[in-house]
């Protein structure tokens, strides 16, 4: 039986103060180019596009620096002491470690400089955080309603919404705010660092201030259905005076559009074109199995199966012309009674089809039947 | 005191507290009342479902090959996604935690005969296959999927399958409860005498913990499905907001289980390489006190970080700053068990066994794990991580790498315990090594996926996305592969491989100081126990142990000494 024996004078063990050294130097390096190098513009090809993000990115930076610290040292030291004490071929079988069951001083010290890290990265945390409370914003208020699956944005005295596009000036505190009108969706600008979640009944209220001209995207986090991935916008920061351009054009187009479609005037090779951009995302002009999203639209005039649209309309350029201008949310009436649901297809508004569009676009469903 | 007189009697050599073992493959298999008995079916119910949700993983990642993805329909994906989740949480991790480990290992370490309600555990472990089923059986009507959180209202309106999925969680849940109970007492009332709360193996100590959150935070889950599910059947409008009711609610409730759930399913984990990280470098556990302390620490803190996963919900913001903070505060007792693990391979005599290898990749992908959950837990950066990719990294690396390399090396460790067969260590190395790089090679690109903008959930995506999306796929069907190492190995073992001493690794808990398997009744003699376990080169602290068992000599069988015994 083995003797309790006196504890032994201990050296740390070959190669530990040289290990520790490189470690720390490995660390070093690796903080400074942390530190210098704009981690999300570099690597990420994320610009800080309003101004909030600095702040965020700061803060990435310093938790970039203590997680990489900490586990540089932890990984470090696994790998060294992994090799360095590992059981050797010479060893007796019955070889055992150095018996120590504790430490006090070490223990204390690593709870305290844990503590300490973990201490400033809070204070830190709650600075940033207090920056993201008190951002100005109220120059421009503007609202955005999640639907499945698009974006509805509001401006103040415009009295029709627009759709996945929104539009803010430069160097103008936004303050946007974000609903619901079904699911949950969420309201994410990755360029801006910011999110919000669009929840039904509840409205959140994000800030910030645009600083960099260009097209971001706003991407939904939340699963919302179906199309949940394809629910994306596009937020243009543009210039003052593109700003003021495009919101006076949208002042120009309220009232209009409302006007009859003259189905007549289609022509259909422009409605090829305008397919190709608007529609083929979701359908083939196959047949009506061949879905990506919704049904092929190849044989929409004369499918014996399909005699009717959703909307339980004949498939005329009238029929067409609704489903283009109204969208689709509801069951499937094709067969003449209510159906299951075939997910939903957005409006005119929301494609951005102006009446033209709309005849163009109609005149090409209906050649396509009539081709085959 | 009848426990302290059995006792009493059992050092006296009273053997009247046996049971006789029951007769017949029913019986003995299928209606078992044994802890060891219900811990195997555990275990290999649970591994079973394990590879059917790793094949759902890689429908997923096949999907995500494309940016168009185009692999299977959206609604399909969603479904996969799902279920692969749900299946993954409570029909693989936690019933092999808890369900296997707990039931194999806990009593057998504490010098039982078997947990304190053993009726109980039976209707718990039974509860496992039948909750799995009526989940997995959603995929025939429509599996919901609005992914294993089923945030409403989506999952309101999701597919009819989501009421299976609330009916399967709420009977897993009771299952969770009921074991939480069963531990919580059996480890109160039935250690062997001498077995001071200090004295108990740190496994034990974590499945103590594990008990007090299963006990406790499953209520709130049972609540919640229980009002999805009545949402969904009679439209009664817990979560509505235009009647009322509040989504809100349910991530409340969701997240006040789901939180310790995380902690359900890695502090067992924790215990898992508290046992097998001594045994191999043939060193006491480095701060034995502060890894027992601190399980419990992490236990209660969990209860009052639910709230973390709401930063961008919509809670009010000043609440958002002490579930920050006391976010933050879990990362020093994490911090204190990783250091006192790396202590204790600090002058050891390390052997690269196929569990202390997972135990040592554990370390290192724990603790990275655990650093990106501190960027998610700051709430600045959270609002830009939250929902993203980096998430999905994050939960696989504390989820993965965390859980199921535990459970790995908790399978290799304890292996020749259950079967009384050895496995082959090579082919166990070999698995550990592929499973340890390409799970890297899976789940580290996420991170920057995430931060880029890639959002969780999703069929289809961006093209910049494609290059590290089609790395991970890759590396997910190799990580796939490996899985088959194991299950080649688990097999030839049990057909084919040598039979195992009653203690391999020369090992000090109680476990390994009997027969290999154990007998029906665990220890013939209820030893006494006079020390922690993991004093090495010294004599083992248990009186009155009968170690000649079924004809096993003691020692491990391949030529080195038994440890001497008191």
Same mark, same amino acid.
């Given at each position: 039986?083995?003797?309790?024996?006196?504890?032994?004078?201990?050296?740390?063990?070959?190669?530990?103060?040289?290990?520790?050294?490189?470690?720390?130097?490995?660390?070093?390096?690796?903080?400074?180019?942390?530190?210098?190098?704009?981690?999300?513009?570099?690597?990420?090809?994320?610009?800080?596009?309003?101004?909030?993000?600095?702040?965020?990115?700061? =803060?990435?930076?310093?938790?970039?620096?203590?997680?990489?610290?900490?586990?540089?040292?932890?990984?470090?030291?696994?790998?060294?002491?992994?090799?360095?004490?590992?059981?050797?071929?010479?060893?007796?079988?019955?070889?055992?470690?150095?018996?120590?069951?504790?430490?006090?001083?070490?223990?204390?010290?690593?709870?305290?400089?844990?503590?300490?890290?973990?201490?400033?990265?809070?204070?830190?945390?709650?600075?940033?955080?207090? $920056?993201?409370?008190?951002?100005?914003?109220?120059?421009?208020?503007?609202?955005?309603?999640?639907?499945?699956?698009?974006?509805?944005?509001?401006?103040?005295?415009?009295?029709?919404?627009?759709?996945?596009?929104?539009?803010?000036?430069?160097?103008?505190?936004?303050?946007?705010?974000?609903?619901?009108?079904?699911?949950?969706?969420?309201?994410?600008?990755?360029?801006?660092?910011?999110?919000?979640?669009?929840?039904?009944?509840?409205?959140?209220?994000?800030?910030?201030?645009?600083?960099?001209?260009?097209?971001?995207?706003?991407?939904?986090?939340?699963?919302?259905?179906?199309?949940?991935?394809?629910?994306?916008?596009?937020?243009?920061?543009?210039?003052?005076?593109?700003?003021?351009?495009?919101?006076?054009?949208?002042?120009?187009?309220?009232?209009?559009?409302?006007?009859?479609?003259?189905?007549?005037?289609?022509?259909?090779?422009?409605?090829?074109?305008?397919?190709?951009?608007?529609?083929?995302?979701?359908?083939?002009?196959?047949?009506?199995?061949?879905?990506?999203?919704?049904?092929?639209?190849?044989?929409?005039?004369?499918?014996?199966?399909?005699?009717?649209?959703?909307?339980?309309?004949?498939?005329?350029?009238?029929?067409?012309?609704?489903?283009?201008?109204?969208?689709?949310?509801?069951?499937?009436?094709?067969?003449?009674?209510?159906?299951?649901?075939?997910?939903?297809?957005?409006?005119?508004?929301? $494609?951005?089809?102006?009446?033209?569009?709309?005849?163009?676009?109609?005149?090409?469903?209906?050649?396509?039947?009539?081709?085959? | 005191?009848?426990?302290?007189?059995?006792?009493?009697?059992?050092?006296?050599?009273?053997?009247?507290?046996?049971?006789?073992?029951?007769?017949?493959?029913?019986?003995?298999?299928?209606?078992?009342?044994?802890?060891?008995?219900?811990?195997?079916?555990?275990?290999?119910?649970?591994?079973?479902?394990?590879?059917?949700?790793?094949? =759902?993983?890689?429908?997923?990642?096949?999907?995500?090959?494309?940016?168009?993805?185009?692999?299977?329909?959206?609604?399909?994906? $969603?479904?996969?996604?799902?279920?692969?989740?749900?299946?993954?949480?409570?029909?693989?991790?936690?019933?092999?935690?808890?369900?296997?480990?707990?039931?194999?290992?806990?009593?057998?370490?504490?010098?039982?005969?078997?947990?304190?309600?053993?009726?109980?555990?039976?209707?718990?472990?039974?509860?496992?296959?039948?909750s799995a089923l009526i989940l997995f059986s959603s995929f025939f009507v429509g599996a919901p999927d609005a992914g294993w959180t089923?945030?409403?209202?989506?999952?309101?309106?999701?597919?009819?399958?989501?009421?299976?999925?609330?009916?399967?969680?709420?009977?897993?849940?009771?299952?969770?409860?009921?074991?939480?109970?069963?531990?919580?007492?059996?480890?109160?009332?039935?250690?062997?005498?001498?077995?001071?709360?200090?004295?108990?193996?740190?496994?034990?100590?974590?499945?103590?913990?594990?008990?007090?959150?299963?006990?406790?935070?499953?209520?709130?889950?049972?609540?919640?499905?229980?009002?999805?599910?009545?949402?969904?059947?009679?439209?009664?409008?817990?979560?509505?907001?235009?009647?009322?009711?509040?989504?809100?609610?349910?991530?409340?409730?969701?997240?006040?289980?789901?939180?310790?759930?995380?902690?359900?399913?890695?502090?067992?984990?924790?215990?898992?390489?508290?046992?097998?990280?001594?045994?191999?470098?043939?060193?006491?556990?480095?701060?034995?006190?502060?890894?027992?302390?601190?399980?419990?620490?992490?236990?209660?803190?969990?209860?009052?970080?639910?709230?973390?996963?709401?930063?961008?919900?919509?809670?009010? !913001?000043?609440?958002?700053?002490?579930?920050?903070?006391?976010?933050?505060?879990?990362?020093?007792?994490?911090?204190?068990?990783?250091?006192?693990?790396?202590?204790?391979?600090?002058?050891?005599?390390?052997?690269?066994?196929?569990?202390?290898?997972?135990?040592?990749?554990?370390?290192?992908?724990?603790?990275?794990?655990?650093?990106?959950?501190?960027?998610?837990?700051?709430?600045?950066?959270?609002?830009?991580?939250?929902?993203?990719?980096?998430?999905?990294?994050?939960?696989?690396?504390?989820?993965?790498?965390?859980?199921?390399?535990?459970?790995?090396?908790?399978?290799?460790?304890?292996?020749?315990?259950?079967?009384?067969?050895?496995?082959?260590?090579?082919?166990?190395?070999?698995?550990?090594?592929?499973?340890?790089?390409?799970?890297?090679?899976?789940?580290?690109?996420?991170?920057?996926?995430?931060?880029?903008?890639?959002?969780?959930?999703?069929?289809?995506?961006?093209?910049?996305?494609?290059?590290?999306?089609?790395?991970?796929?890759?590396?997910?069907?190799?990580?796939?592969?490996?899985?088959?190492?194991?299950?080649?190995?688990?097999?030839?073992?049990?057909?084919?491989? !040598?039979?195992?001493?009653?203690?391999?690794?020369?090992?000090?808990?109680?476990?390994?100081?009997?027969?290999?398997? !154990?007998?029906?009744?665990?220890?013939?003699?209820?030893?006494?126990?006079?020390?922690? !376990?993991?004093?090495?080169?010294?004599?083992?602290?248990?009186?009155?142990?009968?170690?000649?068992?079924?004809?096993?000599?003691?020692?491990?069988?391949?030529?080195?000494?038994?440890?001497?015994?008191?």
């Open positions: 039986m083995a003797q309790v024996t006196a504890p032994q004078k201990q050296g740390l063990g070959p190669g530990f103060w040289p290990v520790t050294i490189g470690l720390t130097i490995l660390n070093v390096i690796i903080s400074w180019y942390i530190i210098v190098t704009p981690i999300f513009d570099t690597f990420l090809h994320l610009p800080e596009a309003a101004a909030p993000a600095g702040d965020v990115d700061a =803060l990435f930076t310093y938790l970039s620096v203590v997680g990489n610290a900490i586990f540089v040292y932890v990984a470090g030291y696994i790998i060294y002491f992994s090799i360095a004490w590992r059981r050797r071929a010479s060893d007796p079988p019955d070889a055992i470690g150095i018996q120590i069951h504790d430490n006090p001083r070490l223990e204390l010290w690593w709870t305290i400089i844990p503590s300490i890290l973990i201490i400033s990265v809070g204070i830190f945390s709650v600075k940033i955080w207090m $920056n993201l409370q008190n951002q100005i914003g109220d120059v421009l208020t503007m609202e955005s309603i999640g639907h499945q699956f698009k974006y509805e944005f509001r401006y103040p005295r415009l009295k029709q919404s627009v759709y996945n596009e929104a539009h803010i000036p430069v160097g103008t505190p936004v303050t946007m705010q974000v609903t619901s009108g079904d699911v949950i969706h969420s309201f994410w600008v990755p360029a801006v660092r910011l999110k919000a979640d669009m929840v039904p009944g509840l409205v959140q209220t994000i800030r910030f201030t645009p600083e960099r001209i260009g097209k971001y995207p706003i991407v939904c986090t939340e699963f919302c259905g179906t199309q949940h991935a394809n629910m994306v916008g596009v937020l243009y920061i543009d210039s003052q005076q593109d700003f003021g351009r495009w919101l006076s054009a949208q002042f120009k187009a309220q009232g209009q559009g409302a006007g009859p479609v003259n189905l007549s005037q289609g022509q259909a090779t422009a409605g090829q074109q305008l397919f190709g951009q608007k529609c083929s995302a979701c359908h083939s002009v196959g047949p009506f199995s061949q879905k990506i999203v919704g049904p092929g639209l190849g044989y929409l005039a004369d499918d014996p199966d399909h005699p009717n649209l959703v909307t339980g309309e004949k498939p005329t350029g009238e029929g067409i012309s609704h489903v283009l201008i109204n969208g689709y949310q509801g069951p499937d009436n094709s067969q003449g009674k209510s159906g299951p649901s075939l997910g939903v297809m957005p409006n005119r508004q929301a $494609n951005g089809l102006s009446n033209g569009d709309i005849a163009n676009l109609t005149a090409y469903l209906l050649s396509l039947s009539q081709k085959k | 005191m009848a426990v302290a007189a059995a006792h009493a009697g059992a050092i006296l050599g009273d053997h009247d507290h046996i049971h006789p073992e029951p007769q017949g493959f029913i019986r003995k298999y299928v209606f078992s009342l044994d802890a060891k008995v219900i811990g195997v079916q555990y275990m290999v119910t649970a591994f079973l479902f394990f590879i059917i949700a790793g094949l =759902l993983a890689e429908i997923v990642r096949t999907q995500l090959l494309s940016p168009n993805g185009g692999f299977v329909s959206n609604d399909t994906y $969603n479904g996969v996604y799902s279920i692969h989740g749900s299946a993954m949480v409570w029909m693989v991790i936690i019933p092999m935690m808890t369900g296997g480990f707990g039931n194999f290992v806990m009593p057998l370490q504490i010098g039982a005969r078997d947990v304190a309600f053993p009726w109980l555990n039976l209707i718990s472990f039974w509860l496992f296959p039948v089923e945030y409403p209202p989506i999952s309101v309106q999701g597919p009819p399958g989501t009421s299976l999925w609330a009916l399967a969680i709420f009977l897993i849940g009771i299952s969770s409860t009921m074991t939480g109970l069963n531990f919580m007492v059996t480890i109160m009332k039935m250690r062997a005498p001498g077995m001071t709360f200090t004295r108990m193996p740190l496994f034990v100590w974590a499945s103590l913990a594990t008990a007090l959150l299963n006990m406790v935070a499953t209520a709130a889950l049972s609540a919640a499905t229980a009002a999805l599910f009545i949402e969904r059947t009679f439209d009664v409008p817990f979560f509505d907001p235009a009647r009322g009711g509040s989504p809100l609610l349910w991530q409340h409730m969701f997240w006040f289980y789901s939180h310790p759930a995380v902690y359900i399913m890695i502090l067992p984990a924790f215990g898992i390489v508290s046992e097998i990280l001594p045994t191999f470098a043939r060193k006491p556990i480095f701060g034995y006190k502060m890894i027992a302390f601190s399980s419990i620490a992490i236990a209660l803190l969990g209860f009052m970080v639910w709230a973390h996963h709401m930063f961008t919900s919509g809670l009010a !913001p000043w609440l958002q700053l002490p579930f920050m903070l006391l976010t933050m505060v879990i990362a020093v007792p994490t911090g204190i068990k990783i250091f006192s693990w790396l202590a204790t391979l600090w002058g050891g005599k390390i052997e690269f066994t196929p569990a202390m290898l997972f135990s040592i990749g554990f370390l290192l992908v724990f603790t990275f794990g655990g650093l990106t959950g501190i960027f998610l837990s700051a709430v600045p950066t959270d609002l830009h991580e939250h929902g993203t990719y980096f998430v999905v990294g994050h939960i696989h690396y504390v989820l993965f790498g965390g859980s199921v390399f535990g459970l790995y090396a908790g399978l290799y460790y304890w292996w020749p315990k259950i079967t009384g067969r050895l496995m082959n260590a090579k082919l166990g190395v070999w698995h550990f090594w592929t499973t340890f790089l390409s799970f890297n090679a899976t789940f580290l690109p996420m991170h920057w996926l995430g931060l880029a903008g890639m959002p969780r959930r999703v069929a289809q995506y961006r093209p910049e996305f494609q290059l590290w999306n089609d790395v991970e796929t890759i590396a997910s069907y190799v990580l796939a592969l490996s899985t088959l190492l194991f299950i080649y190995n688990a097999i030839e073992s049990l057909l084919r491989g !040598p039979k195992s001493p009653p203690n391999p690794w020369n090992a000090r808990t109680l476990e390994w100081q009997i027969s290999s398997p !154990p007998p029906y009744y665990n220890f013939k003699t209820i030893p006494a126990v006079l020390k922690n !376990p993991y004093d090495f080169g010294e004599p083992l602290p248990y009186i009155g142990l009968d170690r000649e068992l079924d004809g096993q000599p003691p020692g491990n069988g391949h030529g080195e000494p038994a440890p001497a015994h008191a």
